[in-house]
């Protein structure tokens, strides 16, 4: 499957983004979807993931609370709504894709498909 991230941009501390990644196949629902992100000189760290169907969903903690995965199957697509962003959420952000994933998986390892970054910058 190609994924296409988009939606990143420069927004103010407390401002909201939503991150979109469209897929291209015709099996998105057999797909476990992730959100990664990679701040300047730092490791790629999880971000959401969220389940094939779209009913269960898990969050790194610093986002917990903030920020919302959400996956819509007709439309092929996950989004990443983020609100009330710090200067620390500042990173590229990527989506991945986990072919049958069973169990929704933080380690990027599991993930078969990446899409390119979307650079998020928020500014203080």
């Known amino acids: 499957v190609q994924l296409q991230a988009s939606g990143g941009g420069l927004v103010l501390t407390g401002g909201s983004l939503r991150l979109s990644c469209a897929a291209e196949?015709?099996?998105?629902?057999?797909?476990?979807m992730g959100w990664f992100r990679q701040a300047p000189g730092k490791e790629r760290e999880f971000v959401a993931a969220?389940?094939?169907?779209?009913?269960?969903?898990i969050y790194e903690g610093s986002v917990k609370g903030r920020f919302t995965i959400s996956k819509d199957n007709a439309k092929n697509t996950v989004y990443l709504q983020m609100n009330s962003l710090k200067p620390e959420d500042t990173a590229d952000y990527y989506c991945a894709a986990d072919y049958d994933g069973a169990v929704i998986a933080k380690n990027s390892n599991e993930y078969d498909y990446w899409g390119q970054g979307t650079l998020v910058t928020v500014s203080s």
């Open positions: 969220i389940s094939r169907r779209g009913l269960t969903t």
């Open positions: 196949g015709s099996t998105f629902s057999s797909y476990t």
